[in-house]
DNA sequence: TGTACATCAGTGAACGCGCGTTCACTGATGTAC
DNA sequence: TGTACATCAGTGAACGCGCGTTCACTGATGTAC
């Protein structure tokens, strides 16, 4: 798991941490940082259901009300974690889109593998997220992160039919609301262990990698009743 | 929204109530029941961040100490509403599938839109179902509620394959877990409210009926690119 | 280069809160005789 | 039918906990002159 990213790691503050560091740290030099990279570890171990901001300013080393120097609340600090989540998240996707070309059918499920590896790798970030009632749900950063990840799917939809706004095509609109809704399904459903009830050894890229294209630009004719036969 | 019901709704346990109301009230009668309604009434005003065992008793009009005769702790009585939800969860699909007769490529259609209704209708409590965090995630009822639920895809993909058990097959088990992760998917997202930036209005029977017979019963021919032109 | 001073970013004590749980208790109920 | 008694299902006080937040403070930093 990369380490949390500060949204301005100026070259001042790394010079104001280097002296505190050598003179001693009654100041951090960037607490800042510090805090979301410990708030991510408390998240990882704790899960959201024990995140607290004291537990994160132990994490830190430093005193439990230091944090509101940086974070006005504790929401304030979720919010921005949760930004964070969203923009790695669209980092994912966009690593693994180089896998396949804008515009090919395999596109699509490129995109869906890098949702589902991000989930796999950061469960409590990757719920966080979407817990909008945790969350300042219309911090502008937070709701610009999210877009922008929502537009994966949007442009890999854009590009296979060959327009540029599926949105405005009910019958695009589905498509890319189908692709978000099964990738974000398996995820949810992987992360709270129910596909060991259901006893399914499948390989997690076999399923979005043959199914989430069909989903996307599969035949349009009426299905045909499906025989076990026919599938092997 | 139905009230919960107890698990043994005794009629010993309605007459002790009717005695006790017209005696004075020192014991309640059917506590456990009134536990039940008070967290699920609970659990829809406050969300499960909110949920406390002492607030249930306040709704029950019972002090704080008395749930502890009914309920180990609080995470049993989570346990109890969760197994309580997926019960739900099930009426919902078994009240929808009667629309399409099994076989259909209709019926795994019926009962997806059974699974996103009943989210919709029961948001909290569709979400702490799958918080495995906060519950008894081995308790036996809890188990065994969430796999009749997740039985209702299985037997509508083996009513169309003409098998016994899909699950055996890898190709029919990935139809199955991509048509629960498609309306579970959608479901999340829908309570999320990301489908307020996603600007989506299409309707969600349409996108379930139209899209889910194809997920599980589509073509297996290669997926054709796909054309704006080709969608009208 | 030195110095005075404003500002910044920490500290640690304290506040009030509501929680889950425990405990001895007591009133109500049910039953054996 | 009456009575003694065990059991059940409540009460209310208390405990300890950790939380978020506030506050006056102080040490460190940066800058105007």
Known sequence: MAAV????PSGAARKARRRATARGNYHHGDLRAALLAAAERELAENGVEGFTLRGCARRAGVSHAAPAHHFRDVRALLTEMATIGFERLSESMRAHACADP????GH???IGKGYVAF????PHLFRL???TGLLDADDARYKTAGTDAFMFPVRAVAAIAGCDDPMADPAL??????AWSIVHGFSELMLAGQFDRAAYGGDRNTLIGDLLPRVVAGSLAKPAPLRRAAMQ
Chains 1, 2 share one sequence.
């Open 5 to 8: 990213r500060t949204s301005k």
């Open 102 to 105: 804008p515009g090919s059918p």
């Open 129 to 131: 997220i979407f817990r």
């Open 173 to 178: 609109a589905a498509r890319v609301i189908a």
């Open 108 to 110: 699509i499920a490129v």
């Open 119 to 122: 989930a796999a790798d950061n």
